[in-house]
């Protein structure tokens, strides 16, 4: 039965470690082991050479030599056995040029030839090698044995048992052994930490589990609506879904880079990149309205998630519009009740010429505004919209004027976008004016009559929007913080976030190629002026005379 292997991702690197340490171990010991065989003939071979030579360097060996035939109860024989007795040596032969042995451990074969050649050594060659002999297999070293003059008169052989290189060989291995099991025992360690903190990392899930997390993950990332955005502690991208990537404006090559170096300065920036910090943060993204949390993780970096709540805004605004239209109806039917009793009044009293001169003023002041603003403004939608901010203005306390100068064509490319520019203007202007008259009369000050100015104009190509108003003005050091996303000097009202419209309205300028900036009206008060040079379709056909003649009087 095959044994099973294990599913968990950090038992499956122990064992892989194990058996890797193991195999090193094993093969590191073989390799110590193989080349010591060699290592200790070597060295036997060289003893016995050293041996031999120091054998040969006695000068009363040769002269023994020649002195007599052998003897085992020779001169030769004694200093050869007291040589090996002393050196531990397995035998220590000396012969003469003929090859005859004059010494031998076995003490019958002196007088006999060696068995092997001697004619080398004999020819002053000293010789060192392992072979087999008459006393089994030796390291061996000869060399050539002279007399007084430098005459070789023989030849020393001296043998070491390889019985005792084996020895050392066999006392080498439990060492080599030992070492390395402390290896293998110190990496075995080594290897229990690195799986046991691959287990707290994992925790403790299988291999399987992880490539099912990784396509998960995917899955899930890029299939929600919400962006998500990762950055590393070095303030990298690391990660960005496709959700981050279309409200953003970046692509997947983002990744691996700084944020700052993909994306312009600017709020989105300094929120992703923590410089802002706080929940539910807003920003304003390419005319998408934004809202970022961020969330440090253990290592130091940062995961953001962005929700785009620029369609909640639209029907945000849409439902301030009907609010306000519902406030203009009331106002006006409060103000049509007044008028109604005024004529009930006026029947009953039996004025009647005076009532029908009441009549007459009411619906012509009504027709007239009206018609003022159709008149000049050709867009229905931007027109409706300053019919329906007037009423509102009105019940404010608040005249709100359409500038003479005002001449809008009907070739606007969104009206849309205009009605977002207006309306946060208008409504800017309004709460900045009422606030102000408010203030005056709680204080019994003397005060202007509040008023607001619209003025659209088309400039060659260009559409102007000019509201101006005679409230408290903007301050010189807030003319460009009034138009950063979040800012704002009016109190919070619950469930709704404040400093949004004139950020959208400079977001809406840029994407139209033209931009917005706050001033100081003549005689007192705030102008905000709106340049969009992409906001009007081209012109077909000159103007007619007459038109022309009619939008320069």
Do not use: C
């Not at 019985?163 to 060989?169: E, G, N, Q, T």
Request: no cysteine; proline share 5%.
């Amino acid at each position: 039965m095959r044994p099973r292997w294990p599913r968990r991702v950090f038992a499956q690197v122990l064992l892989v470690q194990l058996l890797i340490i193991t195999g090193v171990a094993g093969l590191a010991a073989g390799l110590f082991l193989a080349p010591l065989a060699a290592q200790l003939d070597d060295q036997a071979e060289h003893r016995a050479l050293a041996i031999a030579q120091a054998t040969a360097a006695q000068p009363g060996i040769a002269h023994s030599l020649l002195a007599g035939p052998p003897s085992p109860d020779g001169p030769v024989q004694a200093d050869a056995e007291r040589i090996r007795l002393a050196t531990g040596a397995s035998y220590v032969v000396v012969v003469d040029t003929r090859g005859i042995r004059y010494s031998h451990t076995v003490p019958e074969r002196i007088g006999e030839r060696v068995s092997s050649d001697p004619g080398r050594v004999l020819g002053g060659q000293e010789w060192t090698g392992t072979g087999r002999g008459t006393l089994g297999r030796s390291a061996r070293g000869k060399v050539p044995l002279r007399d007084g003059e430098g005459a070789i008169v023989g030849a020393v052989s001296v043998g070491i048992a390889y019985d005792d290189v084996h020895a050392l060989l066999v006392r080498a291995v439990p060492g080599i052994l030992m070492y390395a099991g402390a290896a293998l025992g110190v990496g075995a360690l080594a290897a229990l930490a690195v799986s046991r903190r691959l287990r707290k990392r994992t925790r403790g899930i299988e291999l399987t589990e992880i490539s099912a997390l990784l396509d998960e993950r995917e899955a899930m990332l890029h299939g929600i609506r919400e962006g998500v955005v990762a950055l590393d502690r070095l303030g990298r991208v690391r990660l960005l879904n496709d959700a981050a990537a279309r409200l953003l404006g970046i692509g997947q090559d983002a990744i691996g880079h700084p944020l700052d170096g993909v994306l312009p300065p600017g709020r989105t920036t300094d929120v992703l990149a923590g410089r802002v910090t706080g929940t539910d943060l807003l920003t304003v993204r390419d005319g998408r309205v934004l809202v970022v949390n961020r969330r440090d993780t253990a290592g130091g970096g940062t995961v953001a998630t962005l929700r785009d709540r620029t369609e909640l805004e639209q029907l945000r605004r849409e439902l301030d519009g009907t609010r306000g239209l519902t406030d203009a109806l009331r106002a006006q039917d409060h103000e049509h009740a007044n008028r109604l009793h005024t004529i009930v009044g006026l029947l009953e009293l039996g004025l009647y010429e005076e009532a029908a001169d009441f009549v007459a003023e009411v619906t012509g002041a009504h027709r007239a505004t009206a018609e003022q603003v159709t008149e000049r403004v050709r867009d229905p939608l931007v027109s409706a919209l300053l019919v329906g901010k007037s009423a509102v203005a009105a019940e404010r306390g608040v005249a709100l004027r359409v500038s003479p100068a005002t001449r809008l064509p009907d070739r606007v490319v969104d009206p849309r976008d205009l009605v977002t520019v207006l309306g946060n203007l208008v409504d800017n202007a309004l709460d900045a004016v009422a606030g102000a008259a408010a203030d005056a009369d709680a204080a019994d000050a003397p005060h202007s009559a509040p008023f607001v100015e619209v003025e659209l104009r088309a400039v060659g190509e260009t559409l102007v929007v000019r509201v101006a108003d005679n409230g408290p003005g903007v301050p010189a050091s807030a003319r460009e913080l009034v138009f950063t996303d979040g800012w704002s000097t009016k109190e919070a009202v619950p469930h709704r976030r404040r400093g949004l419209g004139l950020s959208l309205v400079r977001r809406l300028a840029e994407r139209y190629g033209g931009s917005v900036r706050a001033g100081e009206r003549d005689g007192g008060g705030a102008v905000f002026t709106v340049e969009l040079p992409e906001a009007l379709r081209l012109s077909t056909h000159p103007a007619h005379p007459a038109h022309s003649a009619h939008s320069k009087g």
